[in-house]
Every structure is written in structure tokens, then in C-alpha cells.
Nanobody, 125 residues
Framework: QVQLVESGGGLVQAGDSLRLSCEASGLTLDSTAMGWFRQAPGKGREFVVVISWSDSTMWYAESAKGRFTISGDKTKNTMYLQMNSLKPEDTAVYYC??????????????????WGQGTQVTVSS
């Protein structure tokens, strides 16, 4: 049974940093495409960054480029999202998603089979 558990969200001020974690069980990163998505109040869920762990290819949303970094620890089966220079518009519930596959990533939320419960990130101005 696959389970994804996010942690690390919180309330910060603009310009601060946060690191989100997504601990996965029931799958191995090398055989998984994963991603971070977020959903702001009143908006749809959007991708932030996605990755194919088997070949380490990744894709960042324009809003995340230069500020956010995805990484992973395969020994801990955990994915991270380092978020720097946070802005109020980054306020959202952040979700990690996964799909068992090799050699590609996916940009659309309906392409993922497994989701975490989400962690709230609030950035005050």
C-alpha cells in the first residue's frame, strides 16, 4: 500500500525559507515519478515541480524557477522541496504526488495515482 506523508509547512514571512518533506512508503523512488503541487484558496491545483527519479529529469513551473529546489534521499524514500524567497502568492496547501513509472515525469495532476494529505504553507507580507 502506497502512502505519502508531507510535513514541514508553516507560517512564515515574505523572504523566508521552508523545506517540505514527503515520506513515501510502498514504493521506491527509482521507479517513481513524483511531483509537488499546490492549491491556493479559491484556485485549482497546479504543479510546482515534477521529477523522474530514475533519470533525475525534472521540470519546474515558472513561478518556482530560481527559488524552489526539489531533491530526494533514496535511502529514506523521501522527497524534499526547498523553498526560498517565499512570497505571499506562494500561500497554498502543498501536496506531493507519485506514480509508479520509470523514465518520465508528468505535469498534470490526473496523471498521478497517489497523493499525500497536504501541508499548509502561509506566507505573510
Amino acid at each position: 500500500q502506497v502512502q505519502l506523508v508531507e510535513s514541514g509547512g508553516g507560517l512564515v514571512q515574505a523572504g523566508d525559507s521552508l523545506r517540505l518533506s514527503c515520506e513515501a512508503s510502498g514504493l521506491t523512488l527509482d521507479s517513481t515519478a513524483m511531483g509537488w503541487f499546490r492549491q491556493a484558496p479559491g484556485k485549482g491545483r497546479e504543479f510546482v515541480v515534477v521529477i523522474s527519479w530514475s533519470d533525475s529529469t525534472m521540470w519546474y513551473a515558472e513561478s518556482a524557477k530560481g527559488r524552489f529546489t526539489i531533491s530526494g534521499d533514496k535511502t529514506k524514500n523521501t522527497m524534499y522541496l526547498q523553498m526560498n524567497s517565499l512570497k505571499p502568492e506562494d500561500t497554498a496547501v502543498y501536496y506531493c504526488a507519485a506514480r509508479k513509472t520509470r523514465g518520465r515525469f508528468y505535469l498534470e495532476e490526473n496523471q498521478y495515482n497517489y497523493w499525500g494529505q497536504g501541508t499548509q504553507v502561509t506566507v505573510s507580507s
